[in-house]
């Protein structure tokens, strides 16, 4: 049923280096890709050749011709292999299948409960994925699977560890129990740094040092720095939530009060706050619906939430330098407010040089943010220079 870059013993062919030049999706020579790589153009053209056999590369035409025959163009061929790419949050799964460039072909999104527990989610999962498979797919093969959770996740293993939001999935084998159905790679990441990997390609493209915030029913960053996105030595860099949060100027807080990021900002924790106010709210969501309401009291709950989020962020900021950071989840997505609080903290707290070009922003990346994170996150995997210099030679036998 499905076809993937499979580990073979490692070729010397040097393909993979060439086809990251094309990565880009821009045409070219291999007079060109000679030059810009310093081969002889005889290796060069062993190389494409190979690519193209491979179905890797695709012929793009003929360039202009300074005399004689024109010569031919070859580029990315994004349609050489799919990723079915999973967005698993507590109450949503959305499963897509895009092609090799991240283009989302087509989506589903259901209503869960994370709580259901691995098997049956992931079987839910599979059965969506096979049907937009069968409705997609036009004989192209799969070549992985990505998935994002809301938790944290050891992601050598793609097993999720103590994830607080998810019973009954700590240390569940995901890879395992999907390949029992799909035999491909999968890659399995907390579902911020899917996220954040969505908002660069989304609306960031050529920016390398970002962060995305999430501010849901819990608060966690996704860190690219240098272009590459930072998991940490165990996966679990950006877990801003479990900080404790720093008594700013101005603070209503008691003395002594060493609450983390999570406790005082979170969706959860400001629906704690509202309902001991006597408003009715129970979640994240009813906090967003009161603070659209015009309700005061959500209004500055969720400014200070921003404050509370800004005075983590500002030592963030000094330490990282990030160019833009981008606030998401359903908090964020209430209006200005809680942007408003970040800004007025991380601008006043962190030194002027780091924060003399920094833009803070609302996501822009919409819905599909996330599988489309996930489908770059195996995308890289499986296009890696390695990876497809052995795709080269198992194809060549």
Known sequence: M????????????GAGEIFQILRDG?????????????????????????????????????AA????????????????????AVDLGATHATVAVADLAGVILDARTRTIDIGDGPETLLDTILAD??????????GLPLVGVGIG?????????????????????????????????????????????????????????????????????????????????????????????????????????????DRDLEALASGSALAIALRDEGLDAHSASDVVELVRAGNAAAIEATRQAGRDVGEVLATVVNLL???????GGSIARAGEHLLAGVREVVYRRSIPLATQHLAIVQSQAGDR????????????EVLSPASVDRYVAAKAR
Do not use: C
């Open 26 to 62: 821009d045409a070219r020579t291999k007079a060109e890709l000679a030059a810009l790589t310093g081969l002889a153009r005889s290796t060069v053209a062993l190389r494409v050749d190979a690519l193209l056999a491979a179905d890797l590369l695709r012929p793009a035409g003929e």
């Open 149 to 257: 959770v809301p938790g944290p996740v050891e992601h050598s293993t793609g097993r999720p560890t103590n994830p607080p939001i998810m019973p009954g999935w700590d240390r569940f084998d995901i890879p395992a129990y999907v390949q029992k159905t799909l035999d491909v790679p999968v890659l399995v990441d907390n579902d911020v740094n899917i996220l954040a990997l969505g908002e660069q390609a989304t609306s960031w493209p050529h920016v390398d040092d970002l962060i995305f915030v999430k501010v849901s029913t819990g608060i966690g960053a996704g860190i690219i720095a240098g272009g590459q996105l930072q998991r940490g030595a165990q996966g679990s860099a950006g877990d801003m939530g479990h900080v404790q949060v720093p008594t700013g100027a101005g603070s209503t807080r008691e003395p002594g009060d």
């Open 65 to 84: 011709s300074t005399g004689g025959r024109p010569p031919a163009r070859v580029a990315f061929n994004p349609r050489a292999g799919l990723v079915l």
């Open 369 to 380: 943010a996330a599988v489309l994170g996930a489908a770059i996150m195996v995308a890289r």
């Open 2 to 13: 499905v076809d993937a870059l499979r580990p073979v013993p490692a070729s010397s062919s």
């Open 321 to 327: 330098n990030p160019s833009i950071i981008v606030l």
């Open 129 to 138: 994925g096979a049907e937009l498979l069968g409705s997609t797919a036009d």
